[in-house]
């Protein structure tokens, strides 16, 4: 086998994860198997992940996710992982198709770690914002198809600017800074009031909760989703399946443990 | 001409000769194992040389920066895109090493017309569980020297490289005469530096010479540590992420190299 040649340093595809995997033909197929099918429409229910949340608190940032898949209105998996930790101060948050959000994930992954291995130093906040805005864009006709839609939020530490930053996204790949909190999902409509009507009217903003208050407000504001949405699994009371809930900050991500979870939402919640 | 046998051999042997000549100054570097992990030690004036590859693969590497360059770019894309396709732990050094890269270093100090690498490359990785450390040397002509572990021998804890075998065979001498692998982190650095001083000492003197008296060791290690910069990294077991490679800053372990 040859080596291939280095390609030129001045190239905007150096240290790019998604050129190299392109130029191997390795590229997770979106575009081109769309356009085999132009006119074909999804023609059964896909499995689904639904409602996750993320806000600012004193903390940091939290970000939350319940555990169910569906497929129309069939449960398929009741312990999916929906907050995925990205490096060590990066989270990605999926609602929407499984399939096309984990395969995203692990581009993702792998383009952060590519570029600091290759090119010597850490990728910025905003080029892995960008990243994942790219990795969207490119999922765009499968979009239109109405296959594949991944609706994220994407959470890191800022070391510039020594803040925790939150944004979310729509499928095109647009991408917005939240200010407080962001929730996608089926059942975000419950969570985004629930979240708006706490930091308007709340005991506090939510930037001035504590820990142990935001976890809190996250187990409740998903057991409201539940309430209404089907897809939205809350918490499972007999199978003791409990949201993953994650915090990030400058010391990197936390993830909250079952026993913890379980003892606060039997006080708190239930 | 060198379509005639002995012209090809002979055209080999130069180009033998002039890389080593190229590689000869080459600064030493050391790596071995310790409790935790391996760690990869040089001391350097200018440019960086030793890098990570993957999660549990690292390189360090003397010659020609823009050589040392291609393969360390060669060894990431290779390895992050077989992480990539398949997973972590599909990805090994020995494949890297074996399938992917000698063949094409002996293929391009082979082809005559065209130009060789000129670069010595140390690879480890750090085994998973119970499986022992890998130490790979991989030369400009494709061919490997790894730790052992082939017909029941034992595996050593330990690899070299440097710009001159006789260097080289300095420097693994001294590291058999110890206990390894190095019960800790700083016991590991003072070894790896006493391993490079013994490496760069011995870079310009004769094979049957004997090793360096104590006195002139430490006269030059303190001359050396005054002269150049530290630069160290570990790839450490106990990493709560699957990437283990962690940079140790000069001036993290200077102090405690300099107190001896």
């Given at each position: 086998m040859e080596l291939q040649a280095v390609r030129e340093?001045?190239?905007?595809?150096?240290?790019?994860f998604a050129a190299l995997l392109r130029q191997r033909g390795m590229?997770?197929?979106?575009a081109a198997a769309a356009h085999a099918a132009p006119s074909v429409t999804a023609p059964f229910a896909q499995t689904q992940a639904t409602t996750i949340l993320a806000f600012k608190f004193a903390g940091g940032v939290l970000v939350a996710g319940d555990r169910r898949a569906t497929a129309g209105n069939v449960?398929?998996?009741?312990?999916?992982?929906?907050?995925?930790?990205?490096?060590?101060?990066s989270l990605m948050a999926i609602a929407g198709v499984p399939a096309t959000a984990w395969e995203m994930a692990r581009v993702l992954e792998h383009s952060f770690q590519f570029y600091r291995r290759s090119q010597l130093q850490e990728m910025s906040l905003e080029g892995k914002v960008r990243a994942l805005s790219k990795l969207l864009r490119d999922n765009l006709s499968f979009v239109l198809q109405g296959v594949g839609v991944v609706v994220p939020l994407f959470a890191a530490y800022d070391f510039e600017a020594a803040v925790s930053r939150l944004y979310f996204y729509d499928a095109m790949g647009a991408q917005f800074e939240a200010a407080d909190y962001a929730a996608t999902g089926s059942g975000s409509p419950a969570v985004r009031s629930v979240l708006y009507y706490e930091n308007a009217w709340g005991s506090k903003p939510l930037v001035k909760r504590r820990e142990s208050e935001a976890v809190i407000l996250a187990l409740r504001a998903l057991d409201t989703a539940a309430e209404t949405d089907t897809a939205t699994g809350g918490v499972d009371r007999r199978g003791l399946v409990y949201p993953i809930i994650k915090i990030i900050s400058k010391t990197g991500i936390r993830t909250l443990a079952e026993k913890d979870l379980a003892r606060i939402f039997q006080r708190e919640v239930k | 001409m060198i379509e005639e046998p002995y012209r090809w051999v002979e055209a080999i042997a130069n180009r033998r000769e002039y890389i080593e000549h190229q590689l000869a100054t080459g600064s030493p570097i050391a790596a071995l194992s310790y409790g935790d992990g391996i760690l990869l030690f040089t001391l350097g004036r200018e440019r960086q040389k030793l890098f990570e590859i993957y999660d549990r693969i690292g390189m360090g590497g003397i010659g020609h920066p823009g050589d040392i360059e291609r393969l360390r770019m060669a060894a990431i894309e290779l390895t992050s895109t077989e992480g990539f396709a398949r997973s972590a732990h599909d990805v090994s050094l020995r494949r890297l090493a074996n399938y992917s890269l000698s063949p094409s270093l002996k293929a391009a100090f082979e082809q005559v017309y065209g130009a060789p690498y000129l670069s010595r490359m140390l690879f480890v990785e750090l085994g998973r569980g119970d499986a022992p450390n890998s130490f790979l040397r991989l030369d400009y002509d494709g061919s490997i020297r790894t730790n052992g572990g082939v017909l029941g021998q034992a595996y050593e804890e330990f690899g070299v490289i440097s710009g001159t075998t006789n260097s080289a065979g300095k420097m693994e001498d001294h590291l058999r005469a110890q206990k390894l692998p190095a019960a800790t982190l700083d016991g590991a650095l003072a070894t790896a530096l006493d391993t490079w001083v013994i490496g760069h000492l011995t870079l310009?003197?004769?094979?049957?010479?004997?090793?360096?008296?104590p006195e002139e060791l430490a006269k030059h290690r303190a001359e050396q540590l005054a002269a150049a910069s530290i630069e160290a990294a570990v790839l450490e077991r106990?990493?709560?992420?699957?990437?283990?490679w962690r940079a140790l800053k000069d001036a993290e372990i200077r102090p405690m190299l300099e107190k001896r």
């Open positions: 340093p001045a190239s905007p595809d150096a240290g790019d590229y997770p197929a979106t449960v398929v998996y009741d312990r999916a992982d929906k907050v995925l930790e990205i490096d060590t101060h | 310009t003197s004769d094979s049957h010479d004997d090793l360096p008296s106990s990493s709560r992420l699957p990437a283990t």
